[in-house]
């Protein structure tokens, strides 16, 4: 059956590969060099001018007196920084959910008692079945510098569990470690219990109680059946006792503090092992961590690093009150960066994970975290030597060493230095090539045209939408800018507003059934009209949309 | 171990404090006023009450010439510091907790202390027969931890509810069981039946189960039925949504055929009618001062309901049910004095002790005795006057809130990406319908 499957992942694979952004070279030998590199084999150490000599897949040999053997293909790496192959905490990566619009429109008898399916309780989902290597986030993931990632399933408060795949290499065979968790949320159901945090708190105990119920009947009957009924078969409590037992833990997804304090008193109530996951707000729960000895991903969606120009309050006539809600603005951005040193101040380990987040900006993200004070070692270990050890998977990943996978990613300069590219990525031998591009300077005729206002047309799953964009751009030469549009029929502002040789691009937010959706444009313009799409953030989803110019009125 | 459902938590210890007031008129409720005397705390319990005290060098001294020093004011129906009310799924959900859904960030609970409330009961919603358990909490502003609002040691309650709201959420809403008084009625009694033959299934397991030989298989459990039983034991203490006679009648009959006594009604707007009642029942009732005529079972009310309950000798306190409220209600004690000539002590009982004695925490709250929590406010003016200002509160002898360093933002966290006037929020009255309105929108 699996394998069925991974075949047709593969012809999957076949059909999209000449989308992907990656070149991907031919093998005309298992055996690979990388010479004359700057090695750093794991967090703390440094290689200079080494060679790292890859077998099938493995790494065979790292050093300075490494023999390469004739035949190996040579890539020299000159002047260029080698690392281990980065490992992604919990994402989505390569993961499509089948759309439940039964559970969505459902309205069942009994809100009270609904079927687990449409109250979000699936934990007897693996995540693997709905794993497609061909999705665009394996690569751009892979891109980024990412060789492994923890991957989990989406929707309600037990979405199934988590797998740890390889996000490139052989692509018929990507799965590491099938069962590598369980992934809990606090999402209610929709008009069904649980709706709320109440009630999916409650229910959690409720359902981890009985798995732990049926688990030692089931036991004392495989000890001795005589006179006792057959145990019930039960998908949904069968796939907690993993956890119960402690083979696995549960990955709690725990953005807020709240959320995260919740997570703990669970562990406290239930005795599972814990991994606070896409975890935002964490500064101050360094001793409940400690305590209650959780283990951490921090999100790397962030929010947006906008350190105001020193004088620009005196400038902008503040009043106090606003000048002091901008002090506490910045106070508390900077605590999302500074964070990550408090943990590894405090000794405790800690990755990353990449839900909701580009993974073109992860770099950037990591670069702020080491300019707020975590050192670039403990950030490496953050996304190497951590999440392997954790995954229980110190012994083939995770470091630049003979005998373990051939995941490594190579950049032009130092990783976490402003400007850093990464020119290779490795997955189990298999090279992946990137261009050096320069950001574009934004091309000047599209500079001149893009201010005032445009008309558009989007195809949107939800039908076609329709309306206007208007940009400005002020003195300094900054752009801001408002998008309206027909659905809604609201109008909101442009975020993140940039024009990158031809191509503008902005991010916005709608509410659209009481979901939040942020909304990530490019649009490419070609004299007075433009075509480009929209993306829904996070979802992989997205839909394309074109438009024209609104000629200016005359004065 | 897995019979008996725990609140779950060692709780992490909270912050104690010191404090010498001096010279102020001290309402201590079981004992008096006292003129021209200090009150010290240490170590978060009152140490001494009396004159020309003095306390260590570093203590923290308040002269409180001319004001008045009174214990801290409990509400005994709010929904401040929650992030949820309401479970308004089924029409019983004895199950969830509201301590799992606890706020610390919530900005109500430094108004609250600014209007010299320490404690407030965090209820669920009224949306269901059986709703959820409460939480009593200490109003600790500052901490981001939602176990440092708990007030450790407090009994454990749970929320009932009568009339229109169960019966409009879970009938007209989603045609079930209760449409009618009649089916909540019903409700209540489907609910301990169940909860008493799940005990007792329970019981026979545990008392067979250590014996030779036997392979009987354990009742499944049920977190609903283990806090429903836990009721029937005594151990939770009900603080139910009523506004009828009638059916306040009916819930005291269905309580004396299961044999549960701790009941408090809540609001009980017709509690005047039938106050000879609840008092041989032994039921508190904690009402509003004078606020009545909001939906159609509600329109036969009085503001001398108080003084009456209070006169036929119920345990009556006065309570907010609103963010808004809970920063005057001395004022709303005071009213009794207008409606029903209470005296001084009557009114601020309704405050203090009483609300105290139905959450089941008087032997450490609610007057000023020593070896009670340091939980005080101190009043400018009497708090029961028109011009009472409180000006400091205090919790465990900390001091959480002074009317002389009040800044204007006292968010806890800030949130880097909001581009909104934050600074202003809508306060909304009677919040015991919060996250049950889509059904009742159907």
């Not at chain 1, 009994?110 to 394996?138: C, F, H, W």
């Not at chain 1, 947006?304 to 009043?319: L, Y």
């Not at chain 2, 409720?29 to 006292?34: A, E, L, M």
């Amino acid at each position: 059956m699996k394998k069925i499957t991974w075949a047709f992942l593969l012809l999957f694979f076949i059909n999209f590969s000449g989308m992907a952004q990656d070149k991907e070279l031919a093998p005309v030998t298992g055996t690979v060099a990388i010479t004359n590199v700057t090695i750093v084999p794991k967090p703390g150490e440094r290689i200079a001018k080494g060679t790292v000599l890859v077998r099938d897949g493995l790494i065979e040999a790292v050093g300075t007196n490494v023999k390469v053997p004739p035949g190996a293909r040579i890539v020299k790496a000159d002047s260029m920084h080698l690392y281990p192959g980065f490992i992604l905490g919990l994402s989505h990566a390569g993961i499509k959910m089948p759309e439940n619009k039964e559970a969505q429109n459902a309205k069942v008898e009994d809100p009270g008692n609904p079927p687990n399916e449409l109250a979000g309780i699936t934990p007897e989902r693996k995540v693997y079945q709905y794993l497609s290597m061909g999705e665009k986030s394996v690569a751009d993931w892979r891109e980024a510098g990412f060789t492994v990632a923890q991957i989990a399933p989406s929707g309600g408060m037990l979405p199934g569990s988590t797998s740890i795949i390889l996000l490139g290499g052989n692509m018929d065979n990507p799965i590491i470690k099938a069962e590598t968790g369980l992934y809990s949320t606090f999402d209610g159901a929709r008009r069904m219990y649980p709706a709320t945090v109440l009630g999916v708190m409650a229910h959690y105990r409720q359902l981890y109680r009985q798995a732990d119920q049926a688990m030692n009947y089931s036991n004392a009957f495989d000890e001795d059946p005589s006179g006792r009924k057959r145990p019930a078969k039960n998908r949904t409590l069968e796939a907690f006792y993993p956890v119960i037992k402690n083979q696995v833990p549960v990955y709690f997804k725990t953005e807020e503090v709240l959320e995260a304090q919740r997570a703990m008193l669970l562990k406290k109530d239930l005795g599972f092992d814990l991994v606070l996951t896409e975890l935002k707000e964490g500064w101050d729960l360094v001793e409940d961590v400690k305590s209650t000895n959780s283990k951490v991903q921090f999100s790397l969606d962030l929010p947006k690093w906008d350190e105001k120009k020193k004088d620009s309050s005196k400038t902008e006539n503040n009043s106090e009150e606003k000048t002091q809600l901008e002090k506490r603005k910045q106070e508390f951005l900077k605590k999302y960066y500074s964070q990550m040193a408090d943990y590894a101040a405090a000794g405790i380990p800690f990755s990353f994970s990449g839900v909701d987040v580009k993974p073109q900006d992860v770099q950037n993200k990591l670069q702020k975290i080491v300019e707020n004070g975590l050192s670039s070692d403990a950030a490496l270990a953050a996304l190497t030597t951590t999440p392997a050890n954790q995954a229980g998977l110190g012994k083939s990943i995770g470091s630049v060493e003979k005998g373990k996978l051939a995941n490594l990613l190579i950049s032009n300069k130092p990783y976490f230095e402003k400007d850093a590219k990464i020119k290779y990525v490795m997955i189990e031998g298999k090279l992946y090539e990137y261009d050096l591009k320069e950001s574009k300077k934004p091309d000047a005729e599209v500079m001149d045209i893009v201010s005032g206002e445009w008309t558009y047309e989007a195809e949107t799953p939800a039908g076609t939408m329709t309306g206007t964009i208007s940009i400005l751009k002020d003195e300094g030469g900054d752009f801001s800018g408002t998008i309206y549009n027909s659905v809604t029929g609201e109008e909101q502002t442009l975020r993140s507003i940039q024009i990158s040789g031809d191509v503008l691009s902005f991010a916005f937010s709608v509410t659209y059934q009481s979901q939040n959706l942020d909304i990530e444009t490019s649009l490419t313009i070609s004299g007075e009209s433009f075509e480009g799409f929209m993306e829904i953030a996070g979802s992989g989803e997205s839909f394309p949309v074109e438009g024209s110019k609104v000629p200016a009125k005359s004065k | 171990m897995i019979l008996q459902f725990v609140v779950a938590s060692i709780w992490a210890q909270t912050k104690k404090g010191e404090v010498l007031i001096k010279n102020a008129t001290v309402i201590t409720i079981t004992d008096g006023t006292k003129e021209n005397t200090d009150v010290y705390i240490k170590d978060g319990k009152i140490a001494k009450i009396g004159t020309d005290l003095s306390a260590s060098s570093n203590a923290p001294v308040v002269d409180a010439t001319g004001q008045y020093v009174m214990p801290g004011i409990i509400d005994a129906h709010s929904h401040i510091a929650l992030d949820a009310v309401n479970e308004a799924t089924s029409p019983v959900t004895a199950q969830v907790w509201v301590g799992d859904a606890l706020d610390p960030f919530d900005v109500s609970i430094y108004r609250a202390l600014a209007g010299g409330v320490t404690i407030s009961h965090a209820m669920h919603g009224s949306a269901n027969a059986i709703g959820g358990q409460n939480e009593t909490i200490k109003h600790r502003w500052g901490t981001v931890k939602m176990d440092d609002l708990r007030m450790e040691g407090a009994p454990r309650t749970i929320k009932f509810a009568l009339g229109e709201n169960p019966t409009r959420v879970h009938g007209a809403g989603n045609n079930i069981v209760p449409r009618t008084r009649m089916g909540v009625e019903q409700v209540f009694r489907r609910a301990f039946s169940e909860a008493k033959e799940y005990m007792e299934k329970w019981d026979e397991y545990n008392a067979n189960k250590n014996k030779r030989g036997y392979k009987g298989m354990a009742p499944e459990y049920d977190l609903q039925k283990e806090v429903i039983a836990d009721i029937l034991r005594g151990e939770i203490i009900v603080h139910c949504h009523s506004y009828r006679a009638d059916e306040i009648l009916m819930l005291m009959d269905v309580f004396k055929d299961y044999g549960v006594e701790k009941l408090v009604f809540q609001h009980v707007n017709e509690g005047f009618k039938v106050a000879p009642e609840l008092a041989e029942f032994g039921a508190g009732a904690s009402v509003f001062a004078d606020w009545w005529a909001y939906k159609f079972e509600v329109y036969y009310s009085t503001a001398y309901n108080a003084a009456i309950l209070t006169k036929n000798g119920v345990t009556t306190s006065i309570n907010s049910d609103s963010g808004e409220l809970i920063r005057h209600l001395y004022h709303e004690a005071a009213k009794t004095q207008k409606y029903g000539d209470l005296t001084d002590d009557e009114a601020l009982k309704l405050i203090t002790l009483n609300p105290a004695k139905q959450l089941g925490i008087d032997d450490r709250v609610g007057s000023l005795e020593v070896g009670k929590d340091g939980d005080v406010v101190i009043f400018k003016n009497h708090p029961l006057s028109i011009y009472a200002v409180p000006q400091m509160t205090f919790v465990d002898g900390v001091k959480y809130f002074d009317i002389n360093d009040d800044q204007d933002d006292m968010r806890i966290y800030v949130d880097p990406s909001e581009d909104i006037d934050v600074m202003r929020s809508r306060t909304e009255h009677e919040k015991c319908m919060a996250n049950a309105e889509w059904f009742l929108t159907n």
